[in-house]
């Protein structure tokens, strides 16, 4: 075998967890080699001119939790990342009225006051609690789960510092915290609000990538990332990035390739080799072997475990950990190229507020309801809604005058009745356009180029199996020390030299990073030990 | 009149409380409203001749502990389990039946699906194992979930190690298994409908969640306590449901405990420095005693007995958010003779058959509960009339024909059937619940049994409903809440019935509360009772040592 098909580590899957973690290894001394299916990196978190002259961020859409430190290590800045502020929340009422949070925290106040005074001081107290908590929360971003089915020293260590960390808070945090993780969004809002589409908008953010509604019990920790996010201090909670999302996967490739990362692109991996309980190498889908003593896969468990190996060299209870895994997908996306500036009849003309994000969560009863559709096995006739207008906030996403906008489309259920198809697809685009015409008069006409992504795209596109944003339902069960299994949710398998880095390992989803740098850490502390 | 410890309420975890105090040489008085004991198991003439249960009309099993303690098999009590014990007839023909023998109820679960069957032992097997993990939780107190500080650490480290104890891997698995839905559980193990949603309706039991919420599994688990590995257990009292009150009462008796029935109690008395002193009866009468135990649910008993001067705003505050959301409504029917359940292909084939229409009939008739669940859809859609404030359109029902093991019930050849439904919102979109709406739930739920029992309507001679504003104001349950508090994962262990105070202790000292609205929650097991008089007991040594 050539020399050239000899590294010290593979990363399977380009994506931004993979990215990442073949830029730690590389900035560790490590000849690493990215092998991506697709003609470009990114993963979920791409822009591609789908329509010419057109920039869609494709899948995912926004920068909401990505890692401070790994902007810093990683020098992303240098890399092209720019991240750009969204100016406010617009939710859009059925009566021609809207609820709008701002940036600017005194427009949000008077604005709630405008809705209900009693939530425009509830906001305040609430907002300062949630701070709290996600100071209190945030450490568990960066710790390796430790191992409670049978705990060694590190485990008992881990469990140690914290349990110390634990007793920094005080009793109402930790109040907070069990209701937090517990509870259902729209009940833990409940309990400071009384205005719906407040409650709703906020608990939209807690259904997210789940096949929950905002009345399921677990969704309201959802609650929490927003907050994390702020307190970072880098960025706002919720950022574009310039160019769209797919400028975040090339800057960490830009900065991977400076380490010394090779990336290779239409190089799908086939299967990952192992022999006598160690790894060897990946085939790849020509069918050329490359070899290496670490292979790190950045695809989801399901891929990990029972596509790429061979599950006979695993352990019986993994595998079943893993086939029960729940990776249900409950989203779709829907890119439009639009020949002039969406209105909003609630405020009409161009403003601020074409900068932020447009949500359509009228009321939580109107969010159960698209749930409700989803539960039968339909897609929601009214979906809720997740908007931006990229080329409002970043000129250079379409030629001057026209405008694309990306919709987050939930719930649209992998496993609709019959299956999509051709025309399920369409309908579901219809049922998109149709519903957001009710507060956009002028969208459908404006409308040059629709793009629609089901569940089952996403799954054959982006390699998310069942179309699953998060790599896995992030719910109660699957989280931590359960992400993906037990005892198998510290990066390491039970293949020696073979890792995980992607979204289905602790903390999750979203464009976080964390997996892939927490893997790194770990595969270094492995080799270097 | 002054006592040891008065106890308000003699619902049966009010008596369990009693009855251990007593025990331990307090001098007791438990004082009720109602003027029979029993709270919930309660058992009434309806109408000549009739007794009704119309609280609850089965339990899973008093807590074994309690049972042995207080020798209730002495006392009179006759509990009557059947065996088969759910009905459960399905859309397309022919009903599930669940018994006590793993293989028996295998048998009948091939009908539907063979993989299913030959699940079934190794499901139960996992199950009990985790109901085992889970019944030991609930013999510990529940950690404070505070700033740990070195006491609590001790207390943090005995509960880990009663975990260990059952096995690491059970207490991981239990972790996993608690916050799931009841549907991932169960499709975890099973494919078919029938299965599926007639295990379901069990996780749902007084709350206002469908199959699908995550937390319901712990519900189903919370149900295998104490049933001995059988889904679906059941046993009833002969006599009726109110006899487990009357045993009681006579075993508080015994121990030189004072019932006095027929009684309100208006308030809680506290002293200037904040402690409890007695109680005031609506008579204006007042009853001193060094320690109150309240079997009212929480919010009752701290925002309706005390003076909320007594409470501080943020404790007042998470009183009044305790969710309740009561979903039951019970339905009685007095019977002129059993009713025969629709055959299902009228051949001579399916009578004989371990499901067929013949065996449901018999099993029934042998004092099974009839389910009507027969899809984990079915249950969910029932939930979604709930979640927009409407009854459901076809509800969940559970009913016993309580006279099939207990003819005396009813005169000769009557028969009783009581049914508990779900769901029956509490808070309705539009208006309130009253006679016009109750009847209509009757409609609702005697034409879904009419489905399977087609002559029904015409053998009713009486028919009664209870919906949850009726037996919110019949049984004093909040919001019309069987369990004096939504049984989900925030509102059980560390948070039942509020985080930080789930030790049977209330702000105001010597105030305890012992009712189902605390941990280990509802389900007529005696648990809540006896771990309140356990703590009870412990300070009360505690303050005898301080004070010596």
Redesign the interface.
């Known amino acids: 075998m050539s020399k050239a098909n000899q590294y010290d580590a593979i990363v399977v899957g380009g994506g931004h967890n993979g990215l990442i973690n073949a830029a730690y290894l590389a900035r560790a001394g490590l000849r690493v080699v990215v092998l991506e299916r697709r003609h470009l990196v990114g993963g979920a978190a791409v822009t591609e001119e789908i329509f010419p002259g057109y920039k869609y961020s494709v899948a995912s859409y926004v920068v909401s939790l990505l890692r401070p430190s790994i902007i810093r290590d990683l020098e992303l800045v240098k890399h092209g990342l720019t991240i750009l502020p969204l100016e406010s929340t617009i939710t859009p009422l059925p009566g021609g009225d809207y609820l709008g949070r701002w940036a600017d925290h005194d427009q949000t106040r008077r604005e709630l006051y405008r809705h209900s005074a009693r939530d425009a001081d509830a906001y305040e107290d609430f907002g300062t609690l949630m701070f709290q908590l996600a100071r209190a929360v945030k450490p568990l971003l960066g710790v390796v789960p430790p191992n ?3 705990p060694g020293l590190r485990d008992l260590r881990t469990l140690l510092s914290l ?1 110390k960390h ?2 920094s ?4 945090e ?2 907070a915290l ?2 937090l993780m ?2 259902s969004a729209a ?1 833990f809002l409940d ?1 400071w609000f009384e205005c719906d589409p407040l409650k709703a908008t906020m608990s939209a953010s807690g259904i997210i990538g789940t096949f ?1 509604g905002p ?4 969704t309201a920790y959802v609650l929490l990332h927003h907050y994390i996010g702020e307190i970072d201090g880098v960025f706002r909670a919720w950022g574009f990035a310039k160019g769209g999302n797919g400028m975040v996967s090339e800057a960490i490739a830009s900065s991977a390739r400076s380490r010394g990362a090779e990336i290779r692109t239409n190089a799908g991996v086939e299967s990952v080799l192992a022999k006598n309980g160690r790894v060897q190498g990946v085939v790849l889908e020509g069918g050329d072997t490359l070899t290496a003593p670490t292979i790190v896969s950045g695809v989801d468990p399901k891929r990990t475990f029972l596509q790429l190996l061979d599950p006979g060299e695993l352990p019986e209870d993994l595998t079943a950990s893993i086939r ?1 895994f ?1 990776i249900r997908g409950s989203s779709g996306k829907v890119n439009l190229a639009l020949g002039e500036l969406p209105e909003f009849s609630c405020l009409p003309g161009r403003g601020a507020h074409h900068r932020g994000a447009f949500s359509i969560s009228p009321s939580v ?1 109107y969010l ?1 309801r698209a749930y ?1 559709d989803a ?2 096995g339909g897609f929601s006739r009214k979906p809720y809604m997740d908007i931006l207008i990229p080329s409002a906030i970043d000129p250079g996403m379409a030629p001057p005058g026209r405008h694309v906008m990306s919709i987050f489309v939930q719930y649209a259920p992998f496993d609709i009745e019959g299956g999509w198809d051709d025309a399920k697809r369409d309908a579901f685009g219809d049922a998109v356009v149709d519903t957001l015409s009710e507060y956009v008069p002028n969208l459908r006409d404006a409308i040059l180029h629709r793009q629609v992504l089901t569940p089952l795209d996403m799954q054959e596109e982006m390699g998310l199996t069942e179309g699953n944003i998060f790599h896995g339902e992030l ?3 699957q989280l931590f020390f ?1 992400r993906p299994a ?1 005892a198998w949710s510290d990066y390491r398998t039970p293949i020696r030299g073979f890792y995980q880095c992607g979204s289905g390992t602790h903390p999750g989803g979203g464009v976080c990073g964390a997996p892939g740098r927490l893997a790194a850490r770990e595969i270094l502390k492995d080799l270097y030990k | 009149m002054t006592a040891d410890a008065v106890v308000i309420g003699a619902g049966h975890n009010g008596l369990v409380a009693g009855a251990y105090l007593a025990r331990a040489g307090l001098r007791v008085v438990i004082v009720e409203r109602r003027r029979a004991p029993g709270g919930c198991a309660a058992t009434e003439e309806l109408w000549p001749g009739y007794q009704v249960d119309t609280g609850a009309h089965s339990l899973v099993a008093i807590d074994s502990r309690v049972a042995r303690d207080l020798r209730l098999a002495d006392a009179g009590a006759e509990f009557l389990s059947p065996d088969p014990c759910i009905v459960s007839p399905q859309e397309g023909g022919g009903a599930l039946i669940l018994g006590h023998d793993a293989a028996r109820t295998a048998g009948c679960i091939r009908r539907f699906s063979e993989r299913d069957a030959a699940r079934w032992p190794e499901f139960l097997a996992a199950m009990s194992r985790a109901a085992r993990t889970l019944s030991a939780l609930y013999a510990t107190l529940p950690p404070k979930l505070a700033v740990p500080g070195r006491g609590e650490v001790g207390e943090l480290l005995r509960l880990a190690v009663r975990l260990g104890r059952t096995g690491r891997r059970d207490a991981v698995e239990l972790l996993r298994l608690i916050p799931m839905s009841v549907d991932e559980l169960l499709g975890e193990w099973f494919g078919s409908d029938a299965v599926k949603g007639t295990l379901a309706a069990t996780a749902i039991r007084g709350i206002c969640q469908g199959p699908m919420a995550p937390g319901t599994a712990y519900m189903f688990l919370h149900q295998m306590v104490g049933a001995d590995g059988v889904v679906g257990r059941r046993r009833q009292l002969r006599g009726g449901m109110g006899a487990l009150g009357e045993t009681l009462q006579r075993i508080a008796e015994a121990a030189g405990a004072e019932i006095r029935l027929g009684r309100s109690v208006k308030s809680v008395t506290v002293d200037d420095d904040g402690r409890a002193t007695g109680i005031e009866l609506a008579s204006g009468k007042r009853i001193a005693a060094r320690y109150v135990i309240s079997g009212a649910d929480p919010g009752q008993t701290l925002l309706g007995m005390v003076d909320s001067g007594e409470l501080a705003p943020e404790f007042s505050r998470a009183l009044t958010n305790i969710r309740y959301r009561g979903v039951c409504a019970k339905v009685h029917l007095a019977l002129a003779r059993a009713p025969r359940l629709r055959g299902v292909d009228g051949s001579g084939a399916d009578a004989a058959s371990p499901c067929g229409s013949g065996a449901a009939e018999e099993a029934v008739l042998a004092g099974a509960a009839l389910t009507i669940a027969p899809s984990i859809e079915y249950v969910e859609r029932a939930y979604d009339d709930a979640k927009y404030g409407r009854p459901s359109e076809s509800p969940v029902i559970d009913a016993v024909l309580t006279t099939a093991l207990d003819p005396g019930l009813a005169p000769e050849g009557r028969h009783v059937l009581s049914a508990l439904v779900q769901y029956a919102p509490f808070s309705l979109a539009d208006g309130q619940w009253n006679e016009a709406r109750e009847e209509a739930l009757g409609d609702a739920v005697v034409s879904a049994l009419a489905t399977y029992a087609p002559e029904l309507p015409n053998l009713i001679v009486h028919r009664h409903v209870l919906g949850p504003a009726g037996l919110a104001r019949r049984f004093a349950l909040p919001e019309g809440n069987i369990y004096h508090g939504e049984m989900t994962l925030d509102q059980v262990f560390f948070g039942r019935p509020l985080a930080g105070w789930a030790r049977y202790r209330t702000p105001v000292e010597n105030l305890y509360l012992c009712s189902a609205g605390t941990h280990p929650g509802g389900g007529l097991d005696g648990r809540p009772g006896a771990a309140a008089a356990a703590r009870i007991l412990r300070d009360h040594k505690r303050g005898r040592r301080r004070n010596r």
């Open positions: 409670v089915a049978s349990g634990g007793r808070l005080s009793r109402q930790v109040h069990f209701k517990t509870m009940d309990e929950l009345r399921s019990p677990g029960r729940r009863n159960e409700d539960k039968y719910s109660l069960q359960f037990p």
